[in-house]
Every structure is written in C-alpha cells, then in structure tokens.
C-alpha cells in the first residue's frame, strides 16, 4: 500500500495542504492532480486507485478550495501557482506530471505557461475554454439557490450544469454519474466554509487560456458530448499549444473522469509513462476530413 502524507503548506499567509500517496516503485514524476473548484484532496479517488501503481499521486486543498483558508478578493491565479510551485518544492523533485480537469485545467494550463521547466508532462481535461452567458446564468440560478439555503435545488442545477442531460445522447453511467456528482455538490457545501465563495470566483475569473505554450507535451482530452465547452472548443484550443495532442473518449460528457474512469486512468498512465497511445481500443484515430464528434479522436495538433 502506498504511504499516505499530508503536508501542511501557507502561501502569502494563507495556510493550505496537500496529499502525497507515494509509489516507491513509481514509473513516472509524480502525478498532481487540480480539480474543479469544489474538489478538494480527497475528491480523486477514481485516479488514485488506478494510477497508483504508476507514480505517486499528488492532491491538494488549495487556497480557496476544500478545508484551505478562503482566497482574498481579487484576481487568483498568481496565488494559486505559487502554491502549485511550492508543493513541487516541497516534494523535492524538480519537476511533475500535472492532471489539471476543468477548473482545474485553467490553473494547470497557467502553471504551465509560467514555470513550464518544472512540469514534465501536461493532461487537460474537460477545458472550459468557452462559457456562454446562457450558462453563465444557469449557474448564477444555482448559487441563488445556495444563498436561499436551497441546498437541494442547487446541488441539482450544478449537476444539469455540469452534464450531457439530452436523452439522445448516449453517456455511460449517466444516472450513477449525476446521482455521484448531486452528492458531491452537497457534501462539498456542507463541509467547506467557503464553497459559495469559490463558485462565485469560478463565475467571476474568466480564465486565460490565450498564449499558447510550448516545450510541455501536452494531451488534451474531453468527453464527446461534453456540454460545458464543447470538443470543437476544446481542440481548438488544443491546437494553440505546440505538438499537443487531443482526443475525445466516446459515450461520455464533461464528467468523463466518472464516466469513463477506467478509460481516462489508462489514457493518463499512457502519456506519463511515455507509451503508444494509439493501441488504446477505447480510442479510434480517423482521417483528418472524415473527423466526426461521433467518434473517438485522436490527433496530433501541429
């Protein structure tokens, strides 16, 4: 079983942690995982279980997230990756793989751009690099909601938020998946202080996800019905990044990390770990003019 550590860090005063479970047999750079703005250090148990065995697996309750201390008003992102930096130092390694999925993705894409020496390998999952103003008010509905002490009725239209809900559309696990992530939703409101504060913040910071980056293999990775930035997006914005690649993993939406867990644990294995990710059989490469969101992708983006 892997040693479990849990480091106690501040940054500009504010005080966080992470979560180390280390692999003494590791294959790869350990693997730091940022998640939405709800997801906390012990909300990626679906990766740990299955990445375990490769590396040693990195979570956090960064500044504004999980039981860490609330963020000051004001623009986050700089705070926030000094604190990434600091848990690198703090490991003692010089550089990591960085798993960064939907909030997530924009803080691991920004850590990128600013230290990219200490990062070894890049995954970005669920990017939300477009947020129309139709969603943007269905969210404001949820924190609504969430002020009215409507605890109920805004873990539900996060959930609608946040999932493929068109019956047309097939998704693995769908109602398991939304049951999963209408609990999470709950617990997270009814165990971190600051939950609304952070999904105001997730409203009001626009991340920017503008400059490109180059030097960091990168893969990018969506569901294919991913309703919160659709994989049209997503691969646009892949293709802003210097040799990444981009794939899309088929009966899934934005929550593909649930849906297709086994799926996206093998596929991150794979790019950390250097191998082939073609021979993947949930993953199907097609003619760049034959390309459909019907099927599975794989690319590589010039």
Do not use: K
């Not at 999952?125 to 609504?144: K, L, N």
């Not at 593909?256 to 086994?262: C, G, I, K, M």
């Not at 490469?285 to 992708?297: T, W």
């Amino acid at each position: 079983m892997p040693e479990e550590v849990v480091r106690s860090l501040s940054v500009n005063g504010l005080p966080y942690a992470y979560r180390v479970l280390r692999q003494p047999d590791a294959l790869t750079e350990p693997v730091l995982v940022l998640g939405g703005a709800l997801q906390g250090m012990l909300g990626w148990p679906q990766l740990e279980d299955r990445l375990g065995p490769t590396a040693s697996i990195v979570t956090a309750d960064l500044p504004g997230m999980g039981t860490a201390a609330p963020l000051p008003p004001g623009p986050s992102a700089e705070i926030l990756c000094t604190a990434v930096t600091q848990i690198i130092d703090d490991l003692d390694v010089p550089r990591v793989n960085l798993f960064g999925f939907s909030y997530g993705a924009a803080l691991a894409f920004g850590c990128a751009q600013r230290n990219p020496r200490r990062i070894a390998r890049l995954i970005l999952g669920g990017v939300p690099t477009y947020i129309s103003d139709e969603q943007r008010a269905h969210w404001r509905r949820a924190t609504g909601r969430l002020a009215a002490g409507d605890t109920e009725g805004f873990a539900t239209l996060v959930a609608e938020a946040l999932m493929c809900v068109d019956p047309d559309r097939h998704v693995t696990r769908r109602d398991l998946a939304f049951r999963y992530v209408r609990r999470s939703m709950l617990h997270a409101v009814a165990h971190s202080p600051h939950a609304a504060d952070s999904l105001e913040r997730s409203l009001g910071d626009r991340p920017d996800f503008s400059g490109g980056l180059s030097g960091v293999p990168t893969l990018v990775f969506t569901g294919e019905h991913d309703t919160v930035t659709s994989a049209e997006r997503q691969r646009a914005f892949a293709a802003t990044i210097q040799s990444s690649r981009f794939t899309t993993i088929r009966d899934a939406d934005h929550w593909v990390v649930l849906e297709r867990a086994d799926e996206v644990a093998d596929l991150a294995a794979r790019f950390f770990t250097d191998q082939p990710l073609e021979t993947a059989n949930y993953l199907r490469s097609v003619p760049r003019q034959a390309r459909s969101l019907s099927e599975p992708v794989l690319d590589v983006v010039s």
